[in-house]
């Protein structure tokens, strides 16, 4: 049985925020009385504030992206939980900008609502607010699941960039039809060989027998819709890189962002592994891997599980993608 380190299951959350508003208080501060954690330095260009959020459990998303470049907010709700619509609400009143608010949500029912809430709130104060959805899991891609795709890891791929373009004064009708147009652009699908443990139970969400791995987990600890046989790496990426190729079906060249995320508790040996894979296979398919990103940005909690991320990029996708930004986890 497997134990989180922590005063109570229930202060986990709120324990870790004082300690991240503390560490970088030079990025960030946390506003306790209202849930949120907000950058202290962004662009005086931009016209909209940007404003995210989701449960914890996935660290560093979203926390670790906000700061100057990225997100002006984040709203941490409990492990695996929606932010209440509260946090939402005065996280987007207090870095609104001339033109409003707009909020990137994936694409969870919780999430949602609750943010669906704060901007009719924000209507009532006469404060505009536009919403992009993201929706890039390609596991739940399935007309058994009324919400449709979920959103994962190519989250920060779209803050990132819609962070470089609200920096350039982008207005809000055109940051969310650019993000509308990002998230077309972006699908994602993860494995895992091991399930979360619960810091409630210290259990594993699930068992998994031994030789096995569960073809498209969700970030929440979702079980996939099928467990199969382990295989080596590189008929596994091929698989999985090739489900996400099929479903984008990028023009022949087109340059493309991939990321190769770890889930929580796989090693960075392990997930250069994967990247190394993915690189092979991309340039047998003649397609430029214009950039890459290796590293754990969206985890579920402990989970031994990685995905792969490819986001269709073009030049000025990529010019925006490469603006500087400062956060903890973009330096």
Not at 50 to 71: D, I, K, Q, R, Y
Not at 108 to 120: K, L, P, Q, S, V
Not at 124 to 143: N, T
Request: hydrophobic content about 45%; some cysteine.
């Amino acid at each position: 049985m497997a134990r989180y380190f922590e005063n109570a299951p229930e202060s986990l959350v709120s324990d870790a925020l004082a300690g991240f508003a503390r560490v970088h208080a030079d990025l960030v501060t946390h506003q306790a009385d209202h849930g949120f954690v907000r950058a202290r330095h962004t662009a005086p260009s931009r016209r909209v504030g940007l404003v995210s959020g989701g449960g914890s459990g996935h660290e560093p998303m979203h926390l670790g992206f906000v700061g100057a470049g990225m997100l002006d907010a984040a709203c941490p709700g409990q492990i695996f939980a929606s932010p209440h619509n509260r946090q939402i609400f005065e996280a987007s009143r207090a870095v609104a900008r001339a033109e409003g608010v707009l909020h990137i949500v994936k694409n969870y029912t919780g999430d949602r609502i609750n943010f669906g809430i704060a901007a009719e709130r924000l209507a009532h104060e006469g404060i505009p607010c536009a919403r992009v959805l993201v929706d890039d899991d390609l596991a739940s891609e399935s007309a058994e699941i009324a919400a449709g795709r979920r959103g994962t890891a190519a989250t920060v791929l779209v803050e990132k960039v819609l962070g470089a373009a609200a920096d350039r004064g982008l207005g809000l009708a055109e940051l969310a039809a650019r993000g509308e147009s990002l998230v077309g652009r972006c699908r994602s699908l993860a494995v895992a060989s091991a399930a979360h443990t619960s810091p409630a139970t210290g259990e594993a969400a699930f068992d998994l027998p031994a030789g096995m791995i569960e073809y498209g987990v969700g970030i929440h600890g979702e079980r996939a819709a099928r467990s199969v046989p382990a295989e080596a790496l590189g008929p596994l990426v091929e698989r999985m890189a090739g489900t996400v190729w099929d479903a984008l079906k990028p023009a022949a060249g087109a340059p493309v962002i991939a990321m190769v995320n770890g889930l929580g508790a796989v090693t960075r040996l392990e997930l250069y592994a994967v990247v190394g894979e993915l690189a092979a296979l991309l340039d047998r398919r003649g397609t430029p891997m214009a950039r890459s990103m290796v590293g754990d940005f969206v985890t579920a909690l402990d989970m031994r599980g990685f995905s792969i991320s490819l986001l269709v990029a073009d030049e000025e996708i990529l010019g925006l993608y490469d603006a500087p930004a400062r956060t903890v986890q973009w330096q």
